[in-house]
């Protein structure tokens, strides 16, 4: 499984970002996928998560209702639109996957099995 992780930046409080990952490799019948993020100094934290097949979704408190997480199953390729950005959202983005679940969930970083590498979200004042 290979994921790869694009679309960071540099924007101002109050702006928007969509991020996305590209997904290849996929052979499971059932997974999870998801966005982490680790801000500088401290740990790797959920994002929010999708299931790839029922589309159920979940988010971290600090992200619902300004973040958005979709697929599109055809191109294989996982979202999060990022809306109402604040500097506290200035972190590194890490997509990942976890096969064998079928329902979205709050992921612990230890339960993914596959990362790819992160981009940089950088939201200014």
């Known amino acids: 499984v290979q994921l790869q992780a694009s679309g960071g930046g540099l924007v101002q409080a109050g702006g928007s970002l969509r991020l996305s990952c590209a997904a290849s490799r996929l052979t499971f019948n059932s997974y999870v996928m998801g966005w982490f993020r680790q801000a500088p100094g401290k740990e790797r934290e959920f994002v929010a998560a999708?299931?790839?097949?029922?589309?159920?979704?979940a988010y971290a408190d600090s992200v619902r209702g300004r973040f958005t997480i979709s697929r599109d199953n055809a191109k294989n390729t996982l979202y999060l639109q990022m809306n109402s950005l604040k500097p506290e959202d200035t972190a590194v983005y890490y997509c990942a996957a976890r096969d064998g679940i079928t329902s979205a969930q709050v992921m612990g970083v230890r339960s993914m099995n596959y990362w790819g590498k992160g981009t940089l979200v950088t939201v200014s004042s």
């Open positions: 999708i299931s790839w097949y029922l589309g159920s979704t």
